[in-house]
């Protein structure tokens, strides 16, 4: 889980609910993007949309990679100046990174609804991506991450929805006739199962993680405190629910067959295990939130396009800055849309965020930075509980980091660029 910054919001990095007039021109960046206007509701819509999306449908491929006990209890626990050297580039490579496996996903999407009514089509997965990707294009062009609020409450809801259709399709699969042989041993063993595992605690810390909180509690209206609490309390309220349901019963239901998205398990020897109308609405629920999702990614980008190439001192939607925002979002999206379209491995590509972002951004620089910030006593559990977890989870990012490559070596045996 990430966790909770200091107030970031630009009016109260200036001093601006003290009264203090700010020492300094806001960028662009801050200005058009990270308008603080928004309360602690749109605080949590924006959260659980940052989170909760359908990455989590990989969550029974990772119980697979751990079993029962050990799936169920990653589950439960993963519930300076320097900084813009280190912390400021992982995080645009996390938000980067999350808005290629949205295309990614989104493309799977399109794909799964075209193959549900032509079962011998032959179009091929980087069409679709494509597709997803021109919608992207009209998304990106959202001015700010504040007039997202109404898109993310439609978001939230849309995430309970399909969480809700996986856990009744699993649970419909598990008990019909058509129900797969259920094995809940570990498939690999010695060296191989521990890589496996490895990768899924990077997995599983990956759906935790949020690498724009920073950015969400600066669209928050001053007053800031207290509002970044409630916000999460709505975000972790909807993880509780989401998660636990769509990984408890996948796993259940398809044991160590399950596959690195959950959705491909309703598809047995090419045909549906559902009914064509459940697993067309499912996926149109995934469809929409996942661009949600993907368009909230993007606003980090946005804010260094806009920090670099639009005038503050003139209005936003303005000739002078409407054209650059319009050429450099679209170039953000187009290139976002080509890579996805060459990986075709998505739960590898959530091992490799996982070990080598999200983890050492949510579990090992918050904890670096409160002891170095608050200086807490060090004979105090406070202090040696944060050490505790920095290095647990730096040797955890270091073996992770080895295993998804690793895995991605494997896999690249069988696919290729532009696979299908």
């Given at each position: 889980?990430?966790a909770?910054?200091?107030?970031s919001?630009p009016?109260?990095?200036?001093g ?5 007039h700010?020492?300094?021109q ?10 603080s ?5 749109h ?11 359908p990455v ?24 300076p ?5 280190v912390?400021?580039?992982?995080q ?5 990174g ?6 990614l996903l ?6 799964f609804?075209?193959?549900l009514h032509?079962p011998n089509?032959t179009?091929?997965l980087?069409q679709?991506i ?8 009209f998304?990106?062009?959202?001015p ?32 019909s006739?058509?129900?797969?042989t259920?094995d ?6 010695g ?6 595992g490895v ?6 810390a ?16 001053p007053?800031v405190?207290?509002k ?5 309390c709505?975000?972790y ?13 996948g796993?259940?239901?398809f ?25 067309l609405m499912?996926n149109?629920?995934i469809?929409?939130q ?5 368009v909230v990614y ?5 804010e ?5 190439f639009?005038?503050?001192k003139m209005d ?11 050429i ?11 890579i996805?379209?060459?990986l075709?491995?998505?739960g ?5 965020f ?19 910030t ?16 920095a290095?647990?989870s730096t040797a955890?990012?270091i ?6 490559v690793?895995?991605i070596?494997?896999d690249?045996?069988t ?6």
């Amino acid at each position: 889980m990430a966790a909770v910054v200091p107030d970031s919001s630009p009016d109260s990095i200036f001093g601006k609910e003290n009264g203090i007039h700010p020492p300094k021109q806001l960028d662009a960046g801050a200005l058009f993007v990270l308008k603080s206007k928004g309360s602690w509701l749109h605080c949590g819509y924006h959260l659980t949309t940052s989170i909760v999306a359908p990455v989590l449908l990989s969550l029974p491929f990772a119980l697979s990679l751990l079993g029962w006990v050990g799936g169920v209890v990653c589950l439960i626990l993963a519930g300076p100046r320097w900084g813009k050297y280190v912390v400021g580039p992982l995080q645009f490579g996390i938000c980067y990174g999350a808005v290629v496996a949205g295309s990614l996903l989104g493309g799977q999407s399109l794909k799964f609804i075209y193959l549900l009514h032509n079962p011998n089509g032959t179009m091929k997965l980087y069409q679709f991506i494509s597709m997803f990707g021109v919608f992207m294009l009209f998304l990106a062009q959202i001015p700010s991450f504040h007039s997202l609020r109404h898109i993310n409450l439609v978001s939230l809801a849309l995430c309970l929805a399909f969480s809700a259709c996986v856990t009744a399709g699993t649970i419909h699969v598990g008990y019909s006739k058509n129900a797969p042989t259920r094995d809940y041993s570990l498939n690999s063993s010695g060296l191989n199962r521990v890589f496996g595992g490895v990768n899924a605690v990077s997995i599983i810390a990956t759906t935790y993680a949020c690498g724009i909180i920073p950015e969400i509690q600066a669209t928050i209206a001053p007053p800031v405190k207290g509002k970044m609490l409630k916000g999460l309390c709505v975000c972790y309220s909807v993880i509780l629910v989401t998660y636990f349901s769509v990984a408890i019963s996948g796993y259940w239901a398809f044991g160590n067959q399950a596959m690195g998205t959950v959705l491909s398990n309703f598809m047995g020897n090419g045909q549906p295990l559902l009914p064509t109308w459940f697993l067309l609405m499912t996926n149109i629920f995934i469809l929409l939130q996942i661009s949600a999702v993907t368009v909230v990614y993007l606003q980090p980008t946005n804010e260094v396009f806009e920090k670099w190439f639009a005038d503050p001192k003139m209005d936003q939607f303005s000739y002078r800055n409407v054209v650059p925002r319009l050429i450099s979002r679209s170039i953000s999206v187009i290139i976002g849309s080509l890579i996805a379209a060459m990986l075709p491995f998505f739960g590898d590509i959530m091992a490799v965020f996982g070990a080598f972002g999200c983890i050492p951004l949510d579990f090992i620089f918050p904890m670096v930075v409160y002891n170095m910030t608050f200086k807490p006593s060090k004979r105090g559990l406070v202090f040696w509980g944060n050490t505790f977890i920095a290095v647990a989870s730096t040797a955890l990012s270091i073996v992770g980091a080895i295993a998804s490559v690793r895995q991605i070596v494997i896999d690249a045996k069988t696919y290729r660029l532009f696979a299908n």
